[in-house]
């Protein structure tokens, strides 16, 4: 089993700048590609970025040019940078991550419990 602990989250003015990072703990050698959700006030969640296992990495429009995700396969763990905050990024922010050699098109298996970020204007 895998257990997945997310921290960094808090408050930041626009235009500043956020670190969240993942803690995998458990069976991280089973896990594959490891991704950042997000759920902002009134919204569906929203797969906001990914990286395979090989360091491949995709993320939605919105957030393109402003976050990056990379990872630490020795270490289990996920970071998402965030620069250049807006209020619309308000949300918990959760990382998942699927079962090694998992489709692309398969659901997330293990998910953190989600940490606040909040964006003011």
């Known amino acids: 089993q895998v257990q997945m602990v997310e921290s960094g989250g808090g408050l930041v003015q626009a235009g500043g700048s956020l670190t969240l990072s993942c803690v995998a703990s458990?069976?991280?050698?089973?896990?594959?590609?490891m991704g950042w959700y997000r759920q902002g006030p009134g919204k569906q969640r929203e797969l906001v970025a990914a990286?395979?296992?090989?360091?491949?990495?995709d993320l939605t429009d919105s957030v393109k040019g402003r976050f990056t995700i990379s990872r630490d396969n020795a270490k289990g763990t996920v970071y998402l940078q965030m620069n250049s905050l807006k209020p619309e990024d308000t949300a918990v922010y959760y990382c998942?991550?699927?079962?090694?050699?998992?489709?692309?098109?398969?659901?997330?298996?293990?998910w953190g419990q989600g940490t606040q970020v909040t964006v003011s204007s």
């Open positions: 998942a991550a699927k079962k090694r050699g998992a489709a692309v098109s398969a659901n997330y298996d293990y």
């Open positions: 990286i395979t296992r090989g360091g491949n990495t």
């Open positions: 458990g069976s991280t050698f089973s896990i594959g590609t």
